[in-house]
């Protein structure tokens, strides 16, 4: 809880994967924002490579493609939970349902 209040404190509590709000301890991830697996050890302690990230986010990284844009249904499908592809995912699920009652008119 000290980091996170360290965090805020900063104005650095906002998510490097979707730009949301990390509102708890809970939430925060450190996140690298180039990856550095398969490179150099250097990166990985590279202070300009962290970022804070919502746990979600962090952890759908590396289960999805770095190519799913992000936000969107794309990233949630690939295991983002966070609020901005949660909400992608409400609108493309409405969408469908829409265009399936109006082609069935």
Same mark, same amino acid.
Request: net charge positive; charged share 25%; with cysteine.
């Given at each position: 809880m000290l980091f996170f209040s360290l965090v805020r404190k900063l104005g650095l509590d906002y998510c490097h994967r979707c730009d949301?709000?990390?509102?708890?301890? @809970?939430?925060?991830?450190?996140? +690298?924002?180039?990856? =550095?697996?398969? @490179?150099?050890?250097?990166?990985?302690?590279?202070?300009?490579?962290?970022? $804070? !990230? +919502?746990?979600?986010?962090?952890?759908?990284? !590396? #289960?999805? !493609? /770095?190519?799913?844009? +992000?936000?969107?249904?794309? #990233?949630?499908?690939?295991?983002?939970?966070?609020? #901005?592809? @949660?909400?992608?995912?409400?609108?493309? /699920?409405? $969408?469908?349902? =829409?265009?399936?009652? $109006?082609?069935?008119?």
């Amino acid at each position: 809880m000290l980091f996170f209040s360290l965090v805020r404190k900063l104005g650095l509590d906002y998510c490097h994967r979707c730009d949301e709000k990390i509102e708890n301890y @809970k939430e925060l991830s450190i996140d +690298h924002i180039e990856p =550095w697996l398969n @490179k150099s050890n250097d990166l990985f302690w590279d202070i300009d490579n962290i970022a $804070y !990230s +919502h746990l979600s986010c962090n952890s759908a990284k !590396s #289960a999805s !493609s /770095t190519s799913n844009p +992000h936000p969107s249904y794309v #990233a949630y499908s690939g295991g983002c939970r966070c609020d #901005a592809c @949660k909400l992608c995912k409400r609108m493309y /699920t409405r $969408y469908w349902r =829409w265009k399936i009652n $109006y082609e069935n008119r």
